[in-house]
């Protein structure tokens, strides 16, 4: 079983869809959770990280659930600018630092 | 507040050569990761470094990978003997010191080919 496991899509949806991506993790010790964004052939950015009770960003809601080992993110009102793809992130302490786990990632299509 | 600093930005090299790759972290970070990204594929974890540790080098190749991260200066990988299938791009990261919730921030990546 991968350590991070996210559909690669691609989500094709209009302008203005709802859409949601989903992570499963592994590791249950696994200590901090992150969604980053990726455009085509730039660096990896941190979109927002994820807590337990779950957090809100504009548009950009993100849950985790420990309990499934489970993490999501929901985007609304979605723009064309949205396009990208969309990184799960976990961090699982090791060795007394930080080890971060990248999903393969989530492609999204946003369409006139 | 420069941000991660990777050069090269584009690196190409014969097979058999060797290519080194550079990365400065963000004023104040101490962690460095490299990942190795291959066309259309996900990153791929290679190595964690402290200033002069590996903490976790569970992702490097057993042959031809090292890395390194000085008391003074950049965090280097290195590539010795290049095959076409190192090509790839690579990116670096750094965070601040350990604790939970820390992100990484990464740099534009070098972008290898071997030809």
């Known amino acids: 079983r991968k350590e991070v496991e996210q559909d690669p899509g691609p989500f094709n949806v209009p302008e203005g869809a709802t859409v949601a991506f989903n992570c499963t993790y592994s590791n249950s010790a696994s200590q901090s959770f992150f969604w980053y964004r990726q455009d085509c052939r730039k660096e990896p950015k941190l979109l927002m990280s994820v807590y337990s009770s779950g957090n809100e960003d504009g548009r950009f809601t993100a849950q985790l659930n420990r309990a499934s080992q489970y993490i999501s993110l929901l985007i609304r009102d979605s723009k064309l600018s949205d396009s990208a793809t969309y990184l799960c992130?976990?961090?699982?302490?090791?060795?007394?630092?930080?080890?971060?786990?990248f999903g393969t990632g989530t492609q999204l299509k946003v369409e006139l | 507040n420069a941000g991660v600093m990777q050069n090269p930005r584009h690196l190409v090299r014969r097979r058999g050569q060797e290519a080194r790759l550079r990365c400065s972290p963000m004023k104040g970070h101490s962690h460095v990761y490299w990942y190795r990204q291959l066309p259309e594929e996900g990153l791929k974890f290679m190595v964690y470094l402290q200033k002069e540790n590996i903490i976790d080098e569970s992702g490097m190749p057993k042959e031809r990978f090292s890395a390194e991260f000085p008391k003074e200066g950049p965090s280097i990988l290195r590539i010795q003997q290049v095959v076409r299938g190192d090509s790839a791009a690579y990116f670096c990261?750094?965070?601040?010191?350990?604790?939970?919730?820390?992100?990484?921030?990464f740099g534009q990546g070098t972008r290898l080919t071997v030809v």
């Open positions: 992130v976990v961090n699982g302490l090791t060795g007394g630092g930080n080890k971060l786990t």
């Open positions: 990261a750094s965070s601040p010191a350990k604790g939970q919730n820390t992100e990484a921030f």
